[in-house]
């Protein structure tokens, strides 16, 4: 995209927003938890397949996206993806039971799964190398402010009026935004229009094959589980282990958790562009938090706030250095960078709806202090295949025999 800046800052307000409602529809339904269950007569089991079908949406329709956005366009298959994913989001507001709500997650998935990587794809090419990071980090700041908009929010209309409204309520503003995204997301231009499918493929063979795309995706696959499970799962252990907390206080929790990435994201975003070697920022980062994680059935009252702050918080760093790293590996700039997202997405996702669902069985069987050991522990113990990824250091900050230069795109 070229033209001034507020050209450029007006683009990008539009899809914070997008992302903000966006992301209200993804964990909206985890304050529904307490309410789903009695209503269909179902358990933590049956409600963790509910959770890991949206996921095996979002991980299914990753790599198509990742290829329809090089095809029609990042912005067409943004505002497209609004309309899917909203549309059957508010048809799930009428699901008769949780097999029919089950299956359309599934389709709200899918329509999730055609947002993210064309959007982010958007953001990262109105800026410059060595400038993008603070602004993808707080574009994914976004995500923090609608995910813990979607929990509060979702607990006390769901308390009030009913699940079926607190689902109706996100359906109805995702479309809404996609009208108002048509209206004013300034066009941008596609290199890639008319290509042929196969031609698009054969471009973005160098991703797949990326031995440090798949290091980035597998280290991080253990702390992506763990905060999705803590952000959704919470509300129905707190039902269990602090049964006088009202609805609204136990989605409190997650909530704080999630705003405080709004501040976290920035950061690391800012942190990703300066330091020798990215990989340290999702290594610390993410060790702390997979322990906290672990600790979380013994936090009483008093700690669990200042706990979930600092858990938020590095969630906003690590995710804001896991979007930036691909933009500045050789193999997955330009045209790659959007499906190089869609890649990383997609194995995270797929793994990450395998975590949530073991997540549910796990607390069903075994309780929820094994639950939350099963999480920490998992997000520790993928960390070491960051060694795959090798050093990352921001462009501007690198001579010409940068470690991201080399052996661009490894073996296959």
Same mark, same amino acid.
């Given at each position: ?7 450029? #800052? #007006? ?46 949406? %979002? ?66 090419? !109105? ?13 994914? #700041? ?29 359906? /109805? ?7 108002? *995204? ?50 959704? !799962? ?16 136990? %989605? ?28 340290? /920022? ?19 009252? *008093? ?24 933009? !500045?590996? %050789? ?23 395998? /975590? ?5 069985? /796990? ?11 099963? *999480? ?37």
């Amino acid at each position: 995209m070229t033209g001034p800046a507020s050209g450029r #800052s #007006s683009a990008v307000g539009i899809l914070f927003l997008a992302r903000t409602v966006y992301a209200f529809n993804w964990y909206n339904i985890g304050a529904l938890a307490t309410l789903l269950e009695p209503a269909f007569g179902i358990g933590a089991a049956e409600f963790g397949i509910v959770l890991g079908m949206f996921l095996l949406g %979002a991980g299914i329709f990753q790599v198509p996206a990742g290829l329809a956005a090089l095809r029609w366009g990042n912005r067409t298959v943004s505002i497209v993806a609004l309309v899917v994913m909203g549309g059957f989001t508010l048809a799930s507001a009428a699901s008769p039971d949780w097999i029919v709500l089950a299956g359309l997650r599934f389709g709200a998935g899918a329509g999730a799964a055609l947002f993210f990587a064309p959007a982010l794809g958007l953001i990262a090419s !109105y800026f410059p190398e060595g400038a993008r990071g603070p602004i993808i980090g707080l574009y994914n #700041s976004g995500f923090s402010l609608g995910s813990g908009v979607g929990v509060i929010v979702g607990a006390i209309v769901g308390e009030r009026f009913g699940w079926p409204w607190a689902l109706a309520l996100g359906g /109805i503003a995702l479309l809404a935004t996609a009208a108002f *995204a048509t209206t004013f997301l300034p066009a941008a231009r596609n290199s890639a229009a008319g290509r042929a499918v196969g031609d698009l493929w054969r471009s973005v063979v160098p991703a797949l094959r990326s031995r440090r795309l798949w290091g980035l995706a597998l280290g991080t696959t253990g702390i992506w589980g763990a905060f999705y499970v803590a952000a959704q !799962y919470f509300v129905a252990f707190a039902k269990v282990a602090h049964p006088t907390w009202s609805l609204a206080l136990a %989605a409190g929790v997650p909530t704080v958790m999630i705003l405080s990435e709004i501040f976290g994201g920035p950061v690391g975003g800012w942190l990703g562009e300066r330091t020798r070697d990215m990989r340290r /920022i999702l290594l610390y980062w993410g060790a702390a938090s997979g322990a906290l994680l672990a600790l979380v059935p013994w936090i009483g009252f *008093a700690e669990v706030w200042p706990a979930f702050v600092f858990l938020g918080f590095a969630d906003g760093v690590v995710f804001a250095v896991l979007y930036l790293v691909p933009s !500045y590996l %050789a193999e997955l700039r330009g045209e790659r960078f959007v499906f190089s997202l869609a890649v990383l997405n997609s194995i995270q996702i797929f793994l990450g709806s395998v /975590i949530a669902i073991a997540f549910g069985f /796990i607390a069903e069987s075994l309780g929820f202090t094994v639950a939350w050991v099963f *999480a920490g522990v998992l997000a520790v113990a993928l960390l070491p295949a960051l060694s795959l990824l090798g050093p990352v250091r921001a462009t501007g900050r690198t001579d010409p025999a940068s470690p991201n230069e080399r052996d661009p795109v490894g073996p296959s």
